[in-house]
């Protein structure tokens, strides 16, 4: 059963507008939170994290937002460029427990 | 830095045949994942060590497979006896924190193909 679940495999967005990924989780006890990107024919790379007891974390055009009550998370990608076209993984951890989502394969359109 | 070094970059093999990929964390990293990617279930950690010792295992799918990490520069996970539903990438990662929750660095992956 999926733990970790990003429902939209695909987004396409305007070079310059605002992008919004989805995360979504089962487990209310997971305790850190991270994005990773992949670029085709590479590993996953590292873009921000977030702990549970925030709800917010920014690093420069990404910004994370955790809410709780939802178990919903979400990366804001804004202004969208060309180079951010990717698949973006959501994570979350408790202990030794970690799970990635399945994947959104963002598209920002020149 | 080279990053994380994975081999071989892809695998071809017959059902039956043992496979072993290997991996060379970034050094000075002193934890090591292996993940395997399929379409329907993304991203699945398999295990993961610390300082050379395995500390959680519990992703790995059965006894076919396992995985070693003899030294701090060295991995290798091994499938024996390989079947088609082994056909994925596998990741490998390192980590100078010690736990999933930080950072990790991934190398680019072996598509494994078991025919």
């Known amino acids: 059963d999926q733990q970790v679940k990003q429902n939209s495999p695909s987004l396409s967005v305007q070079e310059g507008r605002i992008s919004i990924l989805n995360c979504d989780y089962t487990?209310?006890?997971?305790?850190?939170f991270l994005w990773y990107k992949k670029y085709p024919a590479e590993g996953p790379t590292f873009l921000i994290s977030?702990?549970?007891?925030?709800d917010k974390n920014e690093d420069g055009r990404f910004t994370v937002f955790l809410n709780k009550s939802a178990k919903h998370l979400s990366l804001h990608i804004v202004p969208s460029q060309p180079g951010d076209s990717a698949v973006y993984f959501c994570?979350?951890?408790?202990?030794?427990?970690?799970?990635f989502g399945t994947g959104t394969s963002l598209t920002v359109i020149p | 830095d080279a990053g994380v070094i994975q081999s071989p970059r892809h695998e071809v093999t017959e059902m039956g045949q043992e496979v072993t990929l290997r991996c060379k964390p970034i050094?000075?990293?002193?934890?090591l994942f292996w993940y395997r990617q399929t379409m329907m279930r993304g991203l699945e950690l398999l295990i993961y060590?610390?300082?050379?010792?395995?500390?959680?295992d519990s992703g790995m799918p059965e006894d076919r497979f396992s995985a070693k990490m003899p030294n701090a520069s060295f991995s290798t996970l091994k499938i024996q006896p390989s079947e088609p539903r082994d056909s994925a990438v596998y990741f490998c990662?390192?980590?100078?924190?010690?736990?999933?929750?930080?950072?990790?660095?991934f190398g680019p992956g072996t598509r494994l193909t078991v025919t």
């Open positions: 487990n209310s006890m997971f305790d850190y």
């Open positions: 994570a979350a951890s408790r202990g030794n427990q970690f799970y």
């Open positions: 060590f610390n300082n050379n010792v395995p500390i959680d």
């Open positions: 050094s000075g990293h002193n934890s």
């Open positions: 990662a390192s980590s100078f924190r010690g736990h999933p929750s930080y950072e990790q660095y």
């Open positions: 977030i702990s549970s007891i925030k």
